[in-house]
């Protein structure tokens, strides 16, 4: 007894004295490093009246990094907020402390129907967050899954080119966005449920689309219960309320795949051997008997994450290369020459596209998918280049910011491929002036699947077809303002005309040298 009592004294007494130590640390830090510089907060609303109302912070924090330089402090409300606008400070992070500031900083409105609880990009670090990611990777997104499911994503690029010819036909302007939207709608619910969702014509896709649109939205809309915690259970603006609906529309299309497939396994059908088979048949969530609640979180993940970053991003490619003839002529006459005018673009035909993978890198340098990387939050106090990240601070990454630097890329609102083309600069994580998808542990883990659907889609319709704008948009030029949300979208959508490409004509040289 007299041994096991002087044993726990003995734990208890190295316990405090860590705990004073860790104290002491915290401390010394505070001590030794100041916080990033930033301008003086108002008592209790911090900065907020200093920023103003404003529907574009991505450009509002660009332009305070200017004061204030490229990682700056800002008291939101309660909530400290840490900006980081160079990759120089990028690289500190993800290479110096990826994991002491992996946390995330969840806003209340995803906090409806326990989706933070479940979710792969909101969850923080730890074994539920490692085995949902590992699960997805595995499942879809290894180079052998991705491989297995050629065919599948061949088949959507046909039915978007026939969708498209058959607007050709009629005279009718494609909306780009919506297009490659439906089809890449199409390829995850195929891959997931082994089912299309929607199709080109029918109003469900629209709808879908416009869903997650505002999902997006609403996810990064300024909310006061996001800077006064205290006032969370008030959702004094009805955030939450309007979030809660539309998560339930997502849902409620999931629901009805779940449903028929659970029936079909009743009445003794084959497994369909896709995603919803592997999820139905794996155990997430004990004292959840179907674990219906967080496959369906899993699904928004999916869906919201894989659907608007991509169609965006050929949307804006499109937008690009309609406003720059010499840069589309170069890109089409670089597919005609590899592909020739008898084929159809297959994805093994990337790696021989080099200005493409430029038009995309450029694309994505100027119109990233997602202005800020989803916000961390540090899990302890660190030191970063000589400034404090306390703990539970929120930190963001403003990746429209670093693509715009005047310091990494010269005449940097310019669209100009031929910059990637002098130097090797990647999109997977390891080039910090490029990380539209992030970087470390928390890399965007669909980007395999993003890198081959954006070049095959956009490839296939520079391919097939010639494009211009319509009378009324030549005349006025093409609206380029953006719509801010998790992701950036185009606020208004772009549509072009296609003109089939015959026989030769995908030979002729658009360019004279």
Same mark, same amino acid.
């Given at each position: 007894m007299e041994v096991n009592a002087l044993s726990l004294l003995l734990l208890l007494a190295i316990s405090l004295l860590s705990l004073f130590l860790l104290s002491q640390n915290k401390?010394?830090?505070?001590?030794?490093?100041?916080?990033?510089?930033?301008?003086?907060?108002?008592?209790?609303?911090?900065?907020?009246?200093?920023?103003?109302?404003?529907?574009?912070?991505?450009?509002?924090?660009?332009?305070?990094?200017?004061?204030?330089?490229?990682?700056?402090?800002?008291?939101?409300?309660?909530?400290?907020?840490?900006?980081?606008?160079?990759?120089?400070?990028?690289?500190?992070?993800?290479?110096n402390h990826d994991l002491a500031l992996a946390g995330r900083h969840e806003p209340d409105v995803l906090r409806v129907q326990g989706h933070h609880e479940r979710s792969i990009a909101w969850l923080p670090p730890g074994p539920r967050w490692r085995s949902l990611r590992r699960l997805c990777t595995t499942e879809l997104f290894t180079t052998q899954r991705l491989d297995s499911h050629l065919s599948l994503r061949r088949q959507k690029v046909h039915e978007l080119l026939?969708?498209?010819?058959?607007?050709?036909?009629?005279?009718?302007?494609?909306?780009?966005?919506?297009?490659?939207?439906?089809?890449?709608?199409?390829?995850?619910s195929s891959t997931i449920f082994s089912t299309d969702i929607a199709g080109f014509d029918s109003d469900s896709s629209q709808e879908f689309k416009k869903g997650v649109e505002s999902i997006m939205e609403f996810a990064t809309c300024p909310n006061v219960s996001d800077f006064f915690p205290v006032l969370t259970p008030l959702d004094l603006q009805g955030v939450r309320r309007k979030m809660d609906s539309l998560v339930i529309f997502l849902h409620k299309v999931f629901d009805e795949q779940i449903d028929r497939r659970t029936k079909s396994r009743e009445e003794g059908s084959i497994h369909h051997n896709d995603f919803l088979d592997v999820l139905l048949d794996s155990q997430l969530g004990e004292g959840d008997p179907d674990n219906r609640e967080h496959h369906k979180s899993i699904f928004s993940d999916l869906f919201a994450a894989g659907t608007d970053t991509s169609s965006s991003t050929v949307e804006w490619a499109m937008a690009e290369l309609l406003q720059n003839p010499v840069t589309l002529a170069k890109v089409r006459n670089e597919l005609a020459s590899v592909i020739g005018p008898e084929r159809e673009m297959e994805e093994s035909h990337i790696g021989q596209l080099p200005y493409l993978q430029a038009v995309i890198k450029e694309t994505l340098r100027l119109h990233p998918p997602v202005p800020f990387l989803l916000p961390r939050r540090a899990q302890e106090t660190v030191?970063?280049?000589?400034?404090?990240?306390?703990?539970?601070?929120? %930190?963001?990454?403003? /990746?429209?910011?670093? =693509? +715009? *630097?005047?310091?990494?890329? $010269?005449?940097?609102?310019?669209?100009?491929?031929?910059?990637? %083309?002098?130097?090797? /600069?990647?999109?997977? =994580? +390891? *080039?910090?002036?490029?990380? $539209?998808?992030?970087?470390?542990?928390?890399?965007?883990?669909? %980007?395999?699947?993003?890198?081959?659907?954006?070049?095959?889609?956009?490839?296939?319709?520079?391919?097939?077809?010639?494009?211009?704008?319509?009378?009324?948009?030549?005349?006025?030029?093409?609206?380029?303002?953006?719509?801010?949300g998790v992701t950036l979208a185009m606020a208004q959508h772009l549509k072009a005309i296609a003109v089939p490409v015959l026989g030769n004509c995908s030979h002729e040289r658009l360019v004279q040298n």
């Open positions: 401390r010394r830090k505070r001590a030794l490093y100041p916080l990033p510089p930033g301008p003086k907060p108002y008592p209790l609303v911090g900065n907020l009246l200093q920023l103003g109302p404003t529907s574009q912070p991505h450009i509002t924090f660009t332009t305070l990094s200017k004061t204030y330089g490229p990682i700056f402090s800002l008291q939101l409300g309660q909530v400290t907020t840490i900006v980081v606008s160079s990759h120089e400070y990028a690289k500190k992070i993800f290479q026939d969708f498209v010819s058959k607007c050709a036909q009629e005279g009718t302007p494609v909306e780009i966005g919506q297009a490659a939207f439906t089809t890449t709608l199409n390829l995850l030191e970063l280049g000589g400034y404090l990240i306390p703990e539970d601070a929120k %930190l963001l990454v403003n /990746i429209w910011a670093i =693509g +715009r *630097d005047e310091t990494t890329w $010269p005449d940097p609102l310019k669209f100009s491929p031929e910059r990637f %083309l002098e130097k090797e /600069i990647d999109f997977r =994580g +390891r *080039d910090f002036e490029l990380i $539209p998808f992030g970087a470390g542990r928390r890399i965007c883990p669909g %980007l395999p699947l993003a890198y081959r659907m954006v070049h095959l889609v956009l490839g296939s319709l520079l391919h097939r077809f010639q494009w211009k704008l319509p009378e009324e948009v030549e005349n006025c030029g093409v609206d380029m303002s953006e719509k801010f």
